[in-house]
């Protein structure tokens, strides 16, 4: 038995821990869906995980381990980038965060908090409009994507050297995880990934994982992660002061504007899902 009674959650594959940073021997300890979960690396291609007595389902994907505390209804989503031999793959950071996943993954998609929040990195005033954008539920793939997102920046990237004008494109395959494909400053053909895997704690509290998978050969793993840390220090404390810290799912709790348009959508895609962990019910 388990704590969590919502089985859309229970059916999810979950982000618990960076492979890189599993010690090779000794049980480690965390908490999903608030349970306690214990995990150990076998080897370099294996990591079991116990609920109890029970062993869980693994899947180690992205640089990260994956586990269901049920039964999965389908594979992890696919992040093919991730597989290309000259990009650079950086679990740039595991930090916890006193807000509910949903929250952490409507913030994610919010380009309008860019030059107010992230200010001189990936946004600055005057620069504050979010233009029309276009965004859709492909309902084959079971996701969201918004494109045509375009956004003065000045420091893009940990490789970006002056302000730009950057594309970006918002995935989101998976309730607790999201995806961002930005325009790469070294080549202008591809896009560089800033993915964000929620591991749920609890309903209202994570562990929010990033991965950075980008064509960039002058910066250090280092440089990468300082810049990914950076923001995320910046997003911290705007999460754990929104209130409430489940996300309302009732289109009236909250007042819409254009840059929404994309959470407007995630939460109808949740209501659709019956997702209930980290979500406050629209009323019936």
């Not at 000794?26 to 214990?38: N, R, S, Y």
């Not at 930005?182 to 993915?195: G, H, M, N, Q, Y």
């Not at 754990?240 to 007042?255: I, V």
Request: hydrophobic share 40%; aromatic share 8%.
């Amino acid at each position: 038995m388990t704590q969590c009674s919502d089985p859309v959650a229970l059916a999810l594959w979950h982000p618990i821990a960076a492979i890189e940073d599993i010690p090779a021997d000794g049980k480690q300890k965390t908490q999903l869906l608030g349970e306690v979960l214990h995990y150990r690396k076998m080897d370099d291609t294996r990591v079991s995980v116990h609920h109890g007595d029970r062993k869980l389902p693994v899947t180690l994907a992205y640089g990260y381990v994956w586990t269901c505390l049920g039964t999965p209804e389908r594979d992890l989503f696919d992040l093919p980038e991730y597989a290309e031999s000259d990009r650079r793959n950086v679990c740039a950071a595991t930090v916890g965060v006193n807000v509910s996943a949903p929250r952490a993954v409507e913030n994610f998609l919010d380009m309008g908090h860019f030059p107010f929040v992230h200010t001189g990195i990936l946004g600055a005033e005057p620069h504050t409009e979010v233009r029309e954008y276009q965004v859709n539920v492909d309902t084959e793939r079971d996701e969201i994507l918004a494109t045509e997102c375009l956004f003065y920046q000045p420091q893009a990237a940990a490789g970006s050297s002056g302000g730009v004008m950057s594309d970006y494109i918002y995935r989101v395959p998976h309730p607790y995880c999201a995806v961002l494909y930005k325009s790469c400053p070294t080549d202008e053909s591809r896009l560089d990934v800033i993915a964000l895997f929620l591991q749920s704690v609890d309903e209202e509290n994570i562990r929010a994982h990033a991965l950075v998978s980008v064509i960039d050969t002058q910066s250090s793993d280092l440089d990468i992660r300082m810049f990914q840390q950076n923001i995320f220090s910046q997003d911290k404390p705007i999460l754990e002061n929104q209130l409430p810290k489940r996300l309302p799912l009732d289109p009236r709790a909250e007042t819409p504007i254009r840059a929404d348009k994309s959470a407007i959508a995630y939460r109808r895609w949740l209501r659709t899902k019956g997702l209930q962990y980290g979500v406050l019910a629209a009323a019936a």
